[in-house]
T-cell receptor, first 114, second 115 residues
């Protein structure tokens, strides 16, 4: 099973709201990722967690706050977002190690900030 | 630094004809290369990957790609296009490292399949 699940599928929020995106995988992967994808563009890496520790933060604004409570779960907490943050947010996971590096993506959460 | 160039932003083919999506890469060491497909309003699905084993890589749905080091290319092909192949395709190179791996995406090729 190579499934990564994401909830919710769609989210509409105001600029003063607090919301969270959730990602889950049960493949035993120890690396998990958040990406942001704008329309007609490739995904942009936001964060990488390795063994539940944040290993890469691509200079993402603090209104995005990631959390990895255990090896299967990854959250992205959202607060005081801007309309330009509207995008498809993708989660991915992979094994750690030289050859087992394929990233498996979830279906994404489509976020609209009003 | 690694980079990926997808040479065509849009490709249009007729159903039943061959598909060629072109990708060139730049890497300072032996790269891992991937092709992902994204259907409208969906996540990314892995089509195939090259990780220094066989240079001709077979993937899902009849796609294959050939790694050519001398040309720094990793073009994606399919002998006969199907309507369901219409999607966005991304060529990707991986930066192997400890603490997760970082993918460098090409800008994408939109494949249109016409009757």
């Amino acid at each position: 099973d190579t499934e990564v699940t994401q909830t919710p599928k769609h989210l509409v929020m105001g600029m003063t709201n607090k919301k969270s995106l959730k990602c889950e995988q049960h493949m035993g992967h120890r690396a998990m990722y958040w990406y942001k994808q704008k329309a007609k563009k490739p995904p942009e890496l936001m964060f990488v967690y390795s063994y539940e520790k944040l290993s890469i933060n691509e200079s993402v604004p603090s209104r995005f706050s990631p959390e990895c409570p255990n090896s299967s779960l990854l959250n992205l907490h959202l607060h005081a977002l801007q309309p330009e943050d509207s995008a498809l947010y993708l989660c991915a996971s992979s094994q750690e190690g030289r050859s087992q590096e394929t990233q498996y993506f979830g279906p994404g959460t489509r976020l609209l900030v009003l | 630094a690694q980079s990926v160039t997808q040479l065509d932003s849009h490709v249009s083919v007729s159903e039943g004809t061959p598909v060629l999506l072109r990708c060139n890469y730049s890497s300072s060491y032996s790269p891992s290369l991937f092709w992902y497909v994204q259907h409208p309003n969906k996540g990314l699905q892995l089509l195939l990957k090259y990780t220094s084993a066989a240079t001709l890589v077979k993937g899902i749905n009849g796609f294959e790609a050939e790694f050519k080091k001398s040309e720094t290319s990793f073009h994606l092909t399919k002998p006969s296009a199907h309507m369901s192949d219409a999607a966005e395709y991304f060529c990707v190179v991986s930066d192997r490292r400890r603490g997760g791996n970082k993918l460098t995406f090409g800008t994408g090729t939109q494949l249109k399949v016409e009757l």
